[in-house]
């Protein structure tokens, strides 16, 4: 007979590192739910998987247009707005589909948990995956409207170089900011659905409280330091636009905001751990 | 090999009941409940107070042990603790107090119904419910045609779960709990749905996994199927392990304390303040005496009382009898008028070798003839729901003698043959 485990159930909660290790255990188990929560939004509906594409591309579609023709904004020299907006939104953007998602994985699961067992912080986590397939789109919609402008112009608009590689901490960033959100998020949408309307309407007007459609000089001196110490996605998103198409970037206001993120991160986590076991519940 | 395979010690479980609060004419116990997740979630331990807050022990102090190739039925009136106890075991759920071990793979079929994931292929849904028992995938590629076999579903082991045949989901999620080769099997009223051949399957299947050394609990309320398959049994009522013994002496002293009605809940009168209500509502057997199941054969009647207390309402019971969703039929009492308030008894009667071996529900609502609401339905004063069992106790007087002791169909009435030779 192969070896068998022991499992051990008891009262009080398991310690953070055996949580954490039993994430490890089940870790084959995300690609499951990642597909479950990618699939379930298509279930049911008639343009299916499409949506993927329709939903982050019609904002840039409508903002590019009102930005460009209706009121155009003014950017640094030689970058045309598409691709100064497109460098900023694709990070926003996982922040803002992370908060559409996220508050819905945990019902869109809740059959599956109530059947089996698994820790429950994969579901969140399983829940960025329809966000990184829009992350991905994103990426696409900008290689096009870049080489739309180079074609056009005669220059590249982006920064070829090492600059680049700050795109990395930039998604890596979002995606932290968007779990801190979402996890307590998620939890709390159990016992109320209007969290996930709420959410969403949030982000919406959060995007303008963010240099996201115009650039960040368009905010008075004296109250940026307010929008970064407020607002973890502001540094992120300038990080993102600084490595693909350069500018100024203020190195202290993006460690305040990184320092932001990882302490509200942690926190988020350990709330989620310890709200793990009384979840069951609530199912 | 360890002598126990499962065990169970002193394990509670207590569920907060949350009192609901209007919230802008809306009754929501959410404010409550998140109060004290975020509470509990805040403290450093769970410890659970038996203060004065609102609590239900669906499990209490419940210890036992399960060894190696024993198969164990857990039985039970409804509501009993029987599903929390293994949610627990599952770890779906987690205790309030006590310890559970358990040395071995652990697989579970909880909650039947719509298949586990039914976006994905016969075969994607045996490797997730092998990765959630932790069988590492090449062993559950192994198994994977035994599976397919036992279920019935090789030829449809690469289509969609949704696409496959009504009932299929079952089938395939009992397959691969025994297929496996998991070392503990849970099971939660497995045996209630299907038909007989899969049911035989089901059991036959049962016994071998038992033979073969893997442990299984398993909850049925079919009494016939307990006894066939089980070599050991626990009851379990309101929380409490009532007796664990042999198949033959728990399930005996189980149905006689049915038949007795001393398992009955507390009567509680309704207490609206309206002009008439129902007080009480009771399952009576033939001799008039409240019972909590029926034998199949034996008439039994549902009776009510209700208090009529201004002269010009008269009253009405409708009893309705559902089994799961389907409303069966409705038997509406005669009118009840009187000058001085009065509390009438009414009772109608169900005769014998009419119901079938099931689980129903009476629904009692009292209206009061002529009054409508807004929509013209009639107007429900009070309603009280009652829960029976009819059961067989001795399976040759089934109508049905096949193997299962237990009939399809909503009723299973007494009909009469005719049978001559056609000229």
Redesign the interface.
């Known amino acids: 007979?192969s070896s068998?485990?022991?499992?051990?159930?008891?009262?009080?909660?398991d310690t953070i590192g055996a949580r954490l290790r039993s994430l490890w255990?089940?870790r084959?188990?995300l690609g499951?739910l990642s597909?479950?929560i990618v699939?379930r939004r298509a279930?049911g509906t008639l343009l299916g998987f499409w949506w993927v594409l329709l939903r982050p591309l019609m904002p840039v579609v409508t903002l590019i247009f009102t930005f460009t023709s209706v009121k155009p904004v003014e950017t640094s020299a030689g970058v045309p707005y598409s691709v100064f907006f497109l460098s900023g939104y694709i990070t926003w953007r996982i922040f803002q589909s992370a908060l559409n998602f996220l508050p819905r994985t945990m019902t869109w699961t809740q059959?599956?948990?109530?059947?089996?067992?698994?820790p429950r912080l994969l579901v969140p986590f399983a829940g960025l995956a329809p966000t990184l397939i829009e992350f991905v789109l994103l990426l696409v919609a900008l290689a096009v409207v870049v080489a739309s402008a180079w074609w056009h112009d005669g220059h590249l608009p982006l920064r070829v170089g090492w600059q680049m590689l700050g795109l990395v901490p930039a998604v890596i960033g979002a995606l932290m900011f968007s779990l801190t959100v979402g996890m307590p998020t998620a939890?709390?949408a159990l016992?109320?659905r209007d969290v996930r309307y709420a959410i969403r309407s949030f982000a919406g007007v959060f995007m303008f409280l963010t240099p996201v459609v115009y650039p960040v000089t368009f905010v008075p001196d004296q109250y940026r330091w307010a929008m970064y110490a407020f607002n973890p996605m502001a540094a992120i998103v300038e990080l993102s636009r600084w490595a693909l198409i350069g500018g100024q970037l203020n190195a202290g206001y993006l460690a305040l905001s990184f320092a932001t993120n990882i302490v509200l991160f942690v926190a988020s986590v350990t709330?989620f751990l310890?709200?793990e076991?009384?979840?069951?519940?609530?199912l | 090999?360890t002598p126990t395979r499962v065990s169970v010690r002193n394990v509670s479980k207590v569920?907060?009941r949350h009192k609901a609060t209007r919230v802008r004419g809306i009754a929501?116990d959410?404010?409550p409940?998140?109060r004290d997740?975020v509470h509990?979630?805040?403290r450093r331990?769970?410890e659970h107070s038996r203060d004065g807050r609102d609590q239900l022990w669906a499990l209490d102090h419940v210890s036992f042990d399960v060894a190696p190739g024993e198969i164990v039925g857990i039985i039970g009136r409804n509501g009993a603790g029987k599903s929390t106890l293994l949610?627990?075991?599952?770890?779906?759920?987690?205790?309030?107090?006590?310890?559970?071990?358990?040395?071995?793979?652990?697989v579970?079929?909880?909650?039947l119904?719509?298949g586990?994931?039914p976006?994905?292929t016969v075969r994607?849904n045996i490797q997730?419910q092998g990765?959630?028992a932790?069988i590492p995938?090449k062993r559950v590629l192994a198994s994977e045609e035994r599976i397919l076999e036992l279920a019935g579903m090789s030829a449809f082991r690469d289509s969609p779960l949704r696409l496959c045949p009504s009932g299929s989901a079952v089938q395939l999620g009992f397959a691969t709990m025994m297929g496996l080769g998991a070392?503990v099997v849970l099971a939660d009223e497995v045996l209630a749905v299907g038909d007989a051949a899969f049911r035989k399957m089901c059991e036959e299947q049962v016994e071998a996994v038992g033979a073969s050394g893997v442990s299984v609990l398993f909850v049925s309320h079919d009494m016939a199927a307990i006894r066939r398959i089980c070599s050991r049994v626990i009851w379990i009522d309101r929380g409490r392990v009532v007796q664990i013994g042999s198949t033959d002496e728990v399930v005996e002293a189980y149905t006689t304390e049915l038949l007795a009605g001393r398992l009955l809940a507390p009567l509680t009168g309704d207490a609206l303040a309206a002009s008439c209500r129902l007080l009480a509502a009771r399952l009576l057997d033939e001799n008039h005496a409240p019972v909590g199941a029926l034998t199949i054969t034996s008439p039994g009647y549902l009776d009510c009382l209700v208090r009529v207390s201004r002269p010009d309402v008269t009253a009405l019971v409708d009893v309705e009898l559902w089994l799961d969703e389907h409303h069966l039929f409705t038997a509406t009492s005669p009118p009840m008028q009187a000058a001085q308030p009065t509390t009438f008894r009414t009772a109608v009667h169900i005769p014998g070798d009419f119901l079938n071996e099931q689980q129903y529900q009476a629904r009692f609502r009292v209206r009061a003839l002529g009054y409508h609401d807004a929509e013209g339905a009639p107007t429900i004063t009070s309603e009280e729901r009652l829960d029976f069992r009819v059961i067989n106790v001795q399976r040759e007087q089934s109508v049905w003698n096949e193997w299962t002791g237990t009939s399809k169909g909503f009723i299973s009435p007494r009909l009469t043959w005719r049978l001559s030779r056609a000229q």
Do not use: N
């Open positions: 007979m068998q485990p022991t499992i051990v159930i008891e009262a009080r909660a255990q089940y084959a188990f499951f597909k479950e699939m279930r059959s599956i948990m109530r059947r089996a067992y698994f939890v709390v016992f109320f709330f310890r709200a076991t009384l979840l069951g519940d609530q | 090999m569920f907060a929501t959410g404010w409940a998140l997740l509990k979630t805040m331990t769970r949610k627990i075991l599952a770890r779906v759920l987690s205790p309030t107090a006590g310890c559970v071990t358990i040395h071995g793979r652990v579970s079929m909880l909650e119904g719509i586990f994931a976006d994905l994607q997730i990765r959630l932790g995938g070392e």
